[in-house]
Nanobody, 114 residues
Framework: QVQLVESGGGSVQVGGSLRLSCAAS????????MGWYRQAPGRQRELVGA?????TTNLVDAVKGRFTIYRSDNTMYLQMSNLKPEDTATYSC??????????WGRGTQVTVSS
């Protein structure tokens, strides 16, 4: 079993920054990659970006140049800068194992106001 706990969400003004954390615990030896997703009210959950065990990252076009994903030990981070109102959402992290198991955290709320 794997447990994921997100933190770091909050309310910021347009142009502000936040750093989200996703702490993984449990049996993570079989991890293949971790990812950040977000879901705004009334919308489907969407991928923000992911990082592989080797450290390769990818981000969706909507956040490129503003967000960065990195990992340190068992924690994955999402550094968000130049935040926009459309970034308002609940951000969740997931972890996928080489056995194709997928684990999710409960999420953390990010609100960007103008």
């Amino acid at each position: 079993q794997v447990q994921l706990v997100e933190s770091g969400g909050g309310s910021v003004q347009v142009g502000g920054s936040l750093r989200l954390s996703c702490a993984a615990s449990g049996n993570i030896d079989g991890m293949r990659h971790m990812g950040w997703y977000r879901q705004a009210p009334g919308r489907q959950r969407e991928l923000v970006g992911a990082i592989t065990v080797a450290g390769t990252t990818n981000l969706v076009d909507a956040v490129k140049g503003r967000f960065t994903i990195y990992r340190s030990d068992n924690t994955m981070y999402l550094q968000m800068s130049n935040l926009k109102p459309e970034d308002t959402a609940t951000y969740s992290c997931n972890l996928r194992t080489i056995a194709s198991e997928v684990y999710w955290g409960r999420g953390t709320q990010v609100t960007v106001s103008s």
